[in-house]
Nanobody, 123 residues
Framework: QVQLVESGGGLVQAGGSLRLSCAAS???????MGWFRQAPGREREFVAA????????YYADSVKGRFTISRDNARNTAYLQMNSLRPEDTAVYYC?????????????????WGQGTQVTVSS
């Protein structure tokens, strides 16, 4: 069984940065790791994903150029570096994992989910 635990969320001013971490336990070797977010009253939306090897990444247009996804397979941890944050980035951010292509943007494609971490960007 895979368990995912996110950390690193918080309150930041617009233009600031945060780095989210997702620590995985269990068998995640070769699994794509993804980040999603959900704002109040909105659907959960894809943010970024990285292949099992870490060589391929994929981003939502809304975060391209500002967010960077990475992973350290030796530590079984994925990261999301978020720069130039905007108030519209405010949401609960979820880590997800699954044996899916790194271009998978549908939440239903991922098998395992973390509990989420709140990111709030003030204007």
């Amino acid at each position: 069984q895979v368990q995912l635990v996110e950390s690193g969320g918080g309150l930041v001013q617009a233009g600031g940065s945060l780095r989210l971490s997702c620590a995985a336990s269990g068998r995640t070797a070769g699994y794509t790791m993804g980040w999603f977010r959900q704002a109040p009253g909105r659907e959960r939306e894809f943010v970024a994903a990285i292949s099992g090897s870490g060589t391929r990444t994929y981003y939502a247009d809304s975060v391209k150029g500002r967010f960077t996804i990475s992973r350290d397979n030796a530590r079984n941890t994925a990261y999301l570096q978020m720069n130039s944050l905007r108030p519209e980035d405010t949401a609960v951010y979820y880590c997800a994992s699954g044996m899916v292509p790194s271009t998978t943007t549908q939440a239903s494609g991922y098998n395992y989910w973390g509990q989420g971490t709140q990111v709030t960007v003030s204007s």
